[in-house]
T-cell receptor
Framework: QQPVQSPQAVILREGEDAVINCSSSKALYSVHWYRQKHGEAPVFLMILLKGGEQKGHDKISASFNEKKQQSSLYLTASQLSYSGTYFCGTENGGSNYKLTFGKGTLLTVNP | KAGVTQTPRYLIKTRGQQVTLSCSPISGHRSVSWYQQTPGQGLQFLFEYFSETQRNKGNFPGRFSGRQFSNSRSEMNVSTLELGDSALYLC???????????FGSGTRLTVV
């Protein structure tokens, strides 16, 4: 079952904040977040694991509500470089080795 | 360090033909996954390999197949191409999935 992302698109001015949500109808083991710029490969941002462990290597933050099977990505003080399509990828089992991606959220940051 | 390398970058094939795409993962990464990306369906999982074994497979017809070699390089094959197979095919490798996946730039396949 494909996770549902919202909003589908958002336009910001530099310095503004945004929240992107990802919801699943199935129990989640982990949630990955990726950003893809036009014509480029998706780039890993962060992973949130069942049990609360979070790993990432960017200043963007995220939360994971296991009970609600939801994750949110928080982009604060947005920069022009944040523009792109954000995808959440969900994994339903620890030994699944398969990510099911949402349809993406197009984020545009204007000067 | 070198990233994930996919070849070729672009392909144009005719309906009914078959095609083989190649992926070289980051050195040390033994897991390789394949995804199909289209504007309508987004990113869809094809299959994942680890140490030459397929660990999971997506909901694609049997025309889509793959394999992994002992050096972790992977290939995917699509036989009897259909117009609907036109897409960007992305390969992703991982050392350990909790550290995320690194995607290649993809192979853009156009079926005419």
């Amino acid at each position: 079952q494909q996770p549902v992302q919202s909003p589908q698109a958002v336009i910001l001015r530099e310095g503004e904040d945004a929240v992107i949500n990802c919801s699943s109808s199935k129990a989640l083991y982990s949630v990955h977040w990726y950003r893809q710029k036009h014509g480029e490969a998706p780039v890993f941002l962060m992973i949130l694991l069942k049990g609360g462990e979070q790993k990432g290597h960017d200043k963007i933050s995220a939360s994971f509500n296991e009970k609600k099977q939801q994750s949110s990505l928080y982009l604060t003080a947005s920069q022009l470089s944040y523009s792109g399509t954000y995808f959440c990828g969900t994994e339903n089992g620890g030994s699944n080795y398969k990510l099911t991606f949402g349809k993406g959220t197009l984020l545009t940051v204007n000067p | 360090k070198a990233g994930v390398t996919q070849t070729p970058r672009y392909l144009i094939k005719t309906r009914g033909q078959q095609v083989t795409l190649s992926c070289s993962p980051i050195s040390g990464h033994r897991s390789v996954s394949w995804y199909q990306q289209t504007p309508g369906q987004g990113l869809q999982f094809l299959f994942e390999y680890f140490s030459e074994t397929q660990r999971n497979k997506g909901n694609f017809p049997g025309r889509f197949s793959g394999r992994q070699f002992s050096n972790s390089r992977s290939e995917m094959n699509v036989s009897t191409l259909e117009l609907g197979d036109s897409a960007l095919y992305l390969c992703a490798s991982s050392w350990e999935k909790t550290y995320g996946y690194t995607f290649g730039s993809g192979t853009r396949l156009t079926v005419v």
